[in-house]
């Protein structure tokens, strides 16, 4: 069954430094969604993707978040410079359309530790 | 408003019992629901999902029931094994946005 992929699995970053998270949607997807989770908390929703642009965005997903497909099959979600907040599991997902009935796919996560 | 911590509701049963997990979503505009497994180190899994114009839907193993009147949702399991261990997300969506908003999560325990 098609997946969705997420590299690397888990990442030690220092505070202040710059992070990438890559994603590898499920091949026939069109939208792509970016969710995090802080230990212990429910999943939040960062940024939705469709058509080479963002489509919605939560507050959460301030001026140091970005997101990219910068080929046919990547997507990834950029942090500027990392705060001790910004520790938590990051999870990719998509979708075949965006629409009600279409199920988000997710990816087992990048747990990224700022230090 | 809803609480957030480190302590989940936690269901606790024995292997070949039926588990109800329960949800109550926020949202009256939501028309879409998923319900959600996440095993310990992965992602969300999708179980099933049921959009606001039904009020059940049944897969292998699990049936869903969504009561608008009350905007609740239920995950039903039957003959539950120690695999369906896990914590279950309900997760609810509007129509015309991608959003998924996610609830608190309810943990099961089951027993061999």
């Known amino acids: 069954e098609p997946e969705v992929t997420q590299t690397p699995s888990h990442q030690v970053t220092q505070m202040g430094q710059e992070v990438i998270l890559r994603c590898v949607p499920i091949?026939?997807?069109?939208?792509f969604y970016w969710y995090r989770q802080i230990l212990g908390q429910k999943v939040e929703f960062l940024v939705s993707f469709y058509n080479n642009e963002i489509s919605e965005k939560s507050e959460i997903f301030d001026d140091q978040f970005s997101v990219e497909r910068p080929d046919g099959s990547n997507f990834t979600l950029k942090i500027r410079s990392t705060k001790l907040e910004d520790s938590a599991m990051y999870f990719c997902a998509s979708s075949e359309t965006g629409g009600a009935g279409q199920p988000q796919h997710f990816g087992d996560g990048t747990r990224l530790s700022i230090l | 408003g809803e609480s957030v911590g480190l302590h989940l509701p936690t269901l606790s049963v024995q292997e070949g019992d039926n588990s109800i997990i329960n949800c109550a979503y926020s949202?009256?505009?939501?028309?879409?629901f998923i319900w959600y497994k996440q095993e310990s180190g992965k992602g969300p899994q999708f179980i099933i999902d049921i959009r606001s114009n039904m009020d059940k839907r049944q897969g292998q193993r699990v049936t869903v029931l969504l009561n608008k009147t009350v905007k609740h949702l239920s995950l039903q399991i039957a003959a539950t094994q120690p695999g369906d261990s896990a914590v279950y997300f309900c997760a609810e969506k509007i129509g015309g946005y991608s959003t998924l908003t996610f609830g608190k999560g309810t943990m099961l325990l089951v027993s061999p």
């Open positions: 949202n009256s505009a939501s028309d879409y």
């Open positions: 091949s026939n997807h069109l939208y």
